[in-house]
């Protein structure tokens, strides 16, 4: 029932996918039951399975509202589904607070993570870079910012094949010395982890790949990340003052913004799946309130390849191997 | 004798200043007397005149050896005249670290003034848009936003004409229980002081041109700042690659390019007169290390502007309504 074009566009992603030659599980669509068959083929196609709940979190419902008010959300017991076993992962459209308390509340988080984080893929001129945190946690501490690598670390090794993938810190300066408070403390915790931590990188430096994972507290990685996602409509903006000017600027800019809208499609990473909340115990994919039935397709495929990657398995190895003292 | 290209870009770009009929004023050149003759026509143009220096501060020295160690540099020699009344402001395009703790130690700070700050102009699809703090306080209080809200608002008036610009606090989210902890005790701050407080503004509003002024702690101001400047280059390695597909491609994509280079050039705030160091009971312009012979002429002029619009004057009244209680 979440996001804004709910429950079509989830219902019609849910369709492709199980339609798939790549889909060997089935999905369950929880939701209002008759709301939900306006939109589902009759029969129901093979591989989809309905849970009728009788509450929605709203995109605007508080977090505590989510909590304590909602519990028959679908939200909220589609998580407890996980949590009990029947499904083995959760993938939603709606309100992000939301997903990410609900999840951290019902799954629970894996053993040595203090705070679950989100991990965005930005474009790179080497390709994808993960930026963890992109929002979770606006005030994070030191310690948490290792946990941030430790985890973006595994997550890029695992899903992206990138081996022992380079870390660095977000910071104001290269040298270790740079920073504010928190950088500053963290540079050393980061130098120690089990990662292979190449130390800050600045903010040219993530366009640029110097690093395949960009660390920062989730304040400022949610602001570059909403920052990034503005690049595009400037350029658009720019593109139509170019085209007033005159007849011929128009055309020109058309076949141009044809051919540059196709350059930069590619930088939309989220289209491709979605974002996971790691340091969940389970596999939480968080999408845009506006995705597209194909970008609702591809989150149900990544969480069942987070599970095939075993990637929380390999977060709770390393996070055990970075409390060890060495 | 600072930046990338001392003092050849420095001395062509005072010459072309003085050459300027926009030019009543005269320059006064501190640096190695001998090496800037090198550069400057025999007999010195009329309205230039040198201060002989001893020493430099170099790009990679620390605040604390500019400060303590070097008393006969270019630098500090010359923000002693300006402290001495022999010369009303300064432009440097040397390292940037020591010019702020160099002006801030020889002219001091402007009444209530805590942080001395640097704003930039960034492009946005209403026109340019000051980015404050962009890097000189990377731990900053809330009382620290306030006044680069309150010094921010007063630039952007005075300098761009624009009257009762608005200001947005750059923030994870509209509300105003949003944020972190510096963020959140910001806000009523922001809310009280004498300017035209908008709110919060999120990452992507900086680029929409939601607020003329977008107050931020200088790490994030920094990240971001830095982050839009490796914007373009990404968008030529986009175009490197489609270029690399085909010899039509080639073609293509070089025909392009130079429109997009004409059309996103504007976008370089910098180079139409360096960043102004806020708060300094003084004039003190920061200019780019390798800021061409026109950066430099632009800094005079705009250093020149200041005086003439009387920002510091402006400033002064702004921060004392600031701290009479209404």
């Given at each position: ?249 128009k055309i020109w800019a058309a076949l141009m913004g ?69």
């Open positions: 029932m979440g996001g804004d074009f709910a429950p079509r566009n989830v219902i019609d992603g849910v369709l492709s996918c199980v339609r798939s030659t790549r889909c060997d599980f089935r999905v369950l669509l929880a939701g209002d039951e008759s709301r939900m068959r306006e939109h589902l083929p009759s029969p129901i196609p093979d591989g989809i399975d309905l849970l009728h709940t009788e509450e929605t979190v709203g995109m605007h419902d508080s977090i505590t509202v989510a909590m304590k008010q909602k519990r028959q959300s679908s939200m909220y017991r589609a998580l407890e589904q996980q949590r009990d076993g029947v499904v083995h992962g959760f993938v939603s459209a709606g309100n992000t607070g939301a997903v990410m308390a609900l999840s951290t509340l019902i799954l629970g988080r894996l053993p040595g993570v203090e705070r679950p984080t989100i991990g965005t893929f930005l474009p790179s001129q080497k390709g994808p870079v993960l930026l963890i945190d992109a929002g979770a946690n606006v005030d994070s501490k030191p310690s948490h910012l290792v946990q941030f690598g430790i985890m973006g670390s595994v997550f890029t090794e695992v899903m992206m094949q990138r081996p022992a993938p380079t870390v660095g810190l977000l910071n104001v300066g290269e040298e270790e010395s740079k920073g504010n408070d928190v950088s500053i403390a963290a540079w050393p915790l980061l130098q120690q982890a089990p990662i292979n931590f190449i130390g800050n990188v600045e903010g040219r430096d993530i366009l640029k790949g110097t690093a395949d994972v960009v660390v920062c507290d989730g304040f400022t990685g949610n602001i570059v990340l909403k920052f990034a996602e503005s690049f595009p409509p400037l350029l658009k903006h720019t593109f139509r003052k170019y085209a007033d000017r005159s007849p011929l600027h044809r051919t540059l809208k196709g350059m930069i499609r590619d930088w939309d990473y989220q289209e491709h799946g979605g974002v996971p909340l790691l340091g969940v115990n389970g596999v939480s994919i968080i999408g845009h309130g506006s995705s597209s039935p194909k970008a609702i397709m591809n989150m149900i495929f990544r969480a069942k390849e987070m599970l095939d990657r075993h990637v929380n398995e390999t977060i709770r190895d390393a996070m055990a191997s970075a409390s060890t003292p060495s």
